[in-house]
């Protein structure tokens, strides 16, 4: 793809992993333009990272509507008018309803942190913290109509060491995701990961079996 995969890229909050994408898109290691960032929320910080880059942002606040799918319906028609190869979460924390994934099949990434399938769902440090883990992490894995149950593309992990809070695990957490979402969107963008219309992940022309594990 000689002109870059078209991103679309859906936030709630600080944008740290959308500063991730773009800088690593300005440093020529990603080839890919942001078409739009989208956040439910008009306060969210991210969106002011997308403004002092130039890029076009939409706030669709979530609010403003009376039911989810009226939400989704207003969102989708964005996001069809920008025509995206992939829709980014990136600390989107909206859950998105089965319709507007079925429109977008296939083509919606999230980043997750926990090791999926475990701690499906929200405060994923506290109760690893609370289950005596001992280690953590992040998944990126396709979207699908179920709660974080798409197929995972990449892992990361990390140890949690004696002592660790939950803002520690934040912190490592973090320290992966800004590596790990650019580098599957460059491997995506290279032809090198492959997600096919069924929504098989192929790795290097292989079948992906296994979440591929993201090292540093």
Do not use: C
Request: no cysteine; net charge negative.
């Amino acid at each position: 793809m000689s002109s870059g995969l078209v991103l679309a890229i859906l936030i709630s909050g600080s944008g740290s992993n959308l500063q991730a994408i773009i800088d690593a898109i300005e440093a020529g290691t990603l080839n890919a333009r942001i078409a739009t960032v989208v956040s439910n929320n008009p306060d969210a910080y991210g969106l002011q990272r997308a403004i002092r880059h130039g890029l076009p942002v939409k706030v669709i606040n979530h609010r403003d509507y009376a039911k989810r799918e009226l939400y989704d319906a207003e969102l989708r028609r964005h996001l069809q008018s920008v025509a995206p190869d992939l829709i980014v979460l990136a600390g989107y924390m909206r859950i998105l309803s089965a319709g507007f994934v079925r429109a977008f099949e296939n083509r919606i990434l999230n980043i997750h942190p926990a090791l999926l399938p475990a701690y499906k769902g929200l405060d994923t440090h506290q109760r690893a913290l609370a289950n005596a883990e001992k280690e953590h992490g992040v998944s990126i894995h396709l979207v699908t109509a179920e709660l974080d149950d798409g197929p995972v593309l990449l892992q990361g992990r990390y140890p949690i060491e004696n002592g660790d809070s939950v803002s520690d695990l934040q912190v490592k957490g973090h320290q992966l995701e800004h590596q790990m979402y650019p580098a599957v969107l460059r491997w995506i963008s290279e032809n090198k990961l492959v997600i096919d219309d069924n929504g098989q992940i192929h790795y290097e022309q292989s079948l992906l079996e296994n979440p591929l594990q993201y090292s540093a």
